[in-house]
Each structure stands twice: as C-alpha cells, then as structure tokens.
C-alpha cells in the first residue's frame, strides 16, 4: 500500500512538472540581411573607402592633430568608454552565477529551551557526559563551509551571461560609432571655420572696393553728375557689409568653440592655413565598395546586430523560467557548546547534502510577462536591426549623389563668379562714362558678392560630403 502511495505521489509530481514545463506560444520574427547589389546602379569594386585609417583619409596636420587630441581628451568618448568597461564586469558577473557557490563562516550563539516543552525535557535527563547535565543556557559555536549550486540544466544562466556578452560588443560598436562620428564633426566644423575665413576676406576686400566706388561717386556728386541718393545708396551698402564682418565673425567664435568643445579643452584659437581651402579637391574618385560591406563596417550596424543576438539569448533565458530549476546544498563543519570541543572529531562533526527540483506550477503570470516582454524586445531589436541597414545604405547613396551634383554645381558657380567679376569692372566703367547708372553698379558688385560666398559655400559642401560619405560607409573608427 505505501508503495503504491509512493507511485501515485510521484505521478503527480510528473505531471505537474510537465504542466509546469509547458510555455506560451509566441511569434518570432526572423531579421533580413538582403540588401541592394549597388548604390544608385553605380558598378564599383570591392575596394572600399571605410578600410582607409583616419590619419591617411585626412591629410591637412592642423585637423589630423586635433582629431588626435579630442580621441584622447573628448568627454563623452570617455563616458563610453566607461560604460564598455560596465558592460564588462556585467558579463564577469553573469559568469560567476552558474559557478558553485562556496562560502566559509564561524558563529557563535546561544539557546534556551523552556522546560515544558519536548527538547527542554529531553535536555534536562539527557547528560552531556556521565554525571554532567546539559546546561540550561547552552552555547553554541559553529566552524563550516556551505556550498550551494544552481545546475544550469536549460542553460538559462549561461544564455544570461552569453547575452550580457552580446552587450559587450554591442558596447564597443557604440564606441566606434562614436568614434567615426566625433571624428567627422571635427572635421565638418574645421571645413566651415576655413569657409568662413575665407568668406571674412572676401568681405574685406569687397568692402574695399565700395568704398573706392563710394569716394568715386561723391566726386561724380560734386560734378552735377549723381544725385545724393546715389551718394547714401552706396554709403548704406558699404555699412550693411562693414556690419555683417562681425555677424561672420561671431560664428568664427563660435566655430572654434565648437571644435574646443570636442577637442576637450577651453576655448583657444584653433590653428589652420585657410587660404589653402579654395585648392582643396575633393576626391571624386572615392571608392564606396559593395552594399553588403555595410554590414561589417558601420558601427551602428554591428551595435543592432549584437543587440539583436542578445535579445535573442534572452528569450531563451526568460523560457527556461518555466522548466524545474535544480539546486544542490551542502555544508561540512564543526558545532560545538565548548569552544575546547569545536574541532573534536568525529563527536563535532557535521555535514548535510540536499538537493531541490522546483517548477512553476500556480500563478505563472510574473514569469509569462517576462518572457512575452523579451518576445517583444527581440523583435524590435529585429526592427532596429533592419533599420540600421537601410538607414546605412540611404546615406551612402545620398551621399554618392551629393558629391556628383556638388562637383557639377561647383564647376558652374566659378564660371558664374567670374563672368559677375567681370561686370564689376564694366558696370563701374561704364557709370563712369554715364552709361549705367548708379544702381546696375550697386547690383553687380552685391551679386559678385553673393556668388563668391555661394561659391565658398559650395567647396564646404564638398569636403562635408568627402567627410560625410567616409562617415556613411563606417570609416575611422579603425
């Protein structure tokens, strides 16, 4: 009959472990890899601009030192390096959960028993020694070493710790794509400081030129030639230009602060030779590679994919949340009620070995949300993964584009500067043999002097998106 007691309780236990086993039904989501065989149709080889290091891609020393300086002193580059170094000791701590657990302790106590009850009885007649009582006030001193292990038998923990090291990388792609994005804001806002001394000098010089042509027309003025109005038109365009000298000044300031700011240092004058900007060429030539190369060289993409392998890992580890969990106990040492007989053996020796299997049966909900949050989670990091592609491949192509239409429009604004420089000369021949007047004069030498800032304007556009097609393919962080 006990037997067959035994049988019946083990049955249930069965089934109850089996129920207790079984998990909700969740959709999966499987990423796409597949990505366009080129950009915008172009053939292009497997060389690939993102293999180049940053120091040979730039080759101006003014830049390549302050890129070098704020790879060292940036703040939140450090920030982000700090935080990989959290990432570490995450997966170090995950680690060491499916390891035994071992600890040694001494303690010491003491306890009462009240007479009336089963074991103050029992102490009472019961002596330690022949012709010694145990005492009522017994002491107690404890010397062990307990040890207590969670068998990892569904991997839930070495999935933990493999997702935490996913995590990891993820971490360190983030620095790398903070890497390549720090380093092409450097360089975007050193092109623009250059552009703006650039544009500064221009000004100067054409403010130079109005003046001259201003002197003229007071001249013409006291001939009978012009009238006042002439005079104060002039006298007006030469102060609106003198004014705008220090707006473009105060965005040189700020400009500089800027690049201080990344650099990690206070503010300070930010060394470059800008009359060199209008030689620079930007390489047309640039090889963007394969699509598919984005996969292995933007960082972002890399920092979704680990994300995404680890979300993956935690749904595994959420799902062994249903299945029995099985803990091994034990402990050895010595107890004694004199200290003088702690270490007597065998009469002080102790030592237990338990061991538990334990399953969710009743009230699953707390887990159950977890693992559908950890559903959920994996596929947004699914979403984000394919995101982070297409958002690669849209760049690179917009920027492929951008440095054709740039280069065409560039070509066609120097054209324009010097067939507007041109006019300059003649208008300002022909007012002076009164066959324009004064405002064909003012009109041509603003529009030769829009064109030359457009023109200024566009060579920055250039290097931006030299730098921003470097950026977009996942160079520098090399």
């Not at 002596?127 to 040890?147: E, R």
């Amino acid at each position: 009959m006990g037997i067959k007691r035994i049988v019946s309780y083990f049955g249930i236990t069965l089934v109850a472990l089996i129920t207790a086993c079984s998990t909700p039904n969740f959709g999966r989501k499987t990423e796409s890899k597949t990505v366009p065989s080129s950009f915008n149709n172009t053939k292009d080889s497997a060389n690939n601009a993102a293999k180049t290091k940053w120091k040979d891609f730039f080759t101006d020393p003014n830049l390549v030192a302050l890129i070098d300086t704020a790879l060292n002193k940036n703040q939140e580059l450090n920030i982000v390096l700090q935080e990989i170094n959290i990432a570490k000791n995450e997966v170090r701590g995950r680690k060491g959960a499916y390891l035994p657990y071992a600890g040694i302790g001494v303690g010491a106590g003491f306890d009462k028993s009240a007479a009336y009850t089963r074991d103050g009885a029992v102490d009472a007649n019961l002596p330690i020694m022949p012709g010694q009582a145990i005492p009522t006030v017994l002491p107690n001193y404890v010397l062990g070493l307990n040890v207590s292990w969670e068998v990892d038998i569904w991997k839930k923990l070495r999935n933990s710790k493999n997702a935490a090291a996913y995590r990891y990388l993820s971490s360190v792609a983030g620095r790398n794509f903070m890497v390549t994005h720090l380093i092409s804001e450097i360089a975007n806002s050193y092109y623009e400081l250059m552009a703006l001394d650039n544009q500064l000098e221009i000004l100067k010089k054409n403010i130079e030129v109005q003046q001259n042509a201003l002197e003229m027309v007071k001249l013409e003025k006291i001939a009978a030639k012009v009238t006042e109005l002439a005079v104060r038109k002039f006298e007006a365009e030469v102060l609106k230009n003198q004014s705008r000298q220090f707006y473009i000044m105060q965005q040189i300031v700020e400009t500089e602060n800027r690049i201080n700011f990344l650099v990690g240092r206070f503010p300070q004058p930010v060394s470059r030779n800008s009359q060199t900007f209008t030689d620079l060429v930007p390489d047309s030539t640039i090889h963007a590679g394969i699509p598919s190369q984005l996969l292995e060289n933007r960082p972002d993409v890399k920092q979704a994919e680990q994300q995404l392998a680890a979300a993956k890992l935690d749904v595994k580890a959420t799902k062994a949340e249903f299945y029995p969990g099985l803990t091994i106990m034990g402990g050895i040492g010595y107890a004694a009620f004199n200290p003088q007989y702690l270490i007597t053996t065998p009469q002080s020796l102790l030592y237990n070995l338990a061991g538990s299997l334990v399953a969710p049966l009743i009230n699953r909900n707390a887990i159950k949300a977890n693992y559908y949050s950890a559903n959920s989670k994996q596929i947004q990091a699914v979403y984000n993964y394919e995101r982070a592609i297409l958002k690669a491949h849209i760049e690179v192509a917009n920027q492929l584009s951008n440095i054709s239409n740039l280069k065409k429009s560039y070509d066609l604004k120097t054209l324009q500067v010097q067939a507007l420089t041109q006019s300059t000369t003649i208008s300002m021949n022909l007012f002076k043999s009164a066959r324009a007047d004064y405002m064909e004069v003012l009109l041509t030498q603003r529009d030769a002097l829009e064109s030359k800032f457009e023109l200024i304007e566009t060579k920055k556009q250039q290097m931006n998106a030299m730098v921003n097609i470097y950026q977009a393919l996942g160079g520098g962080w090399r």
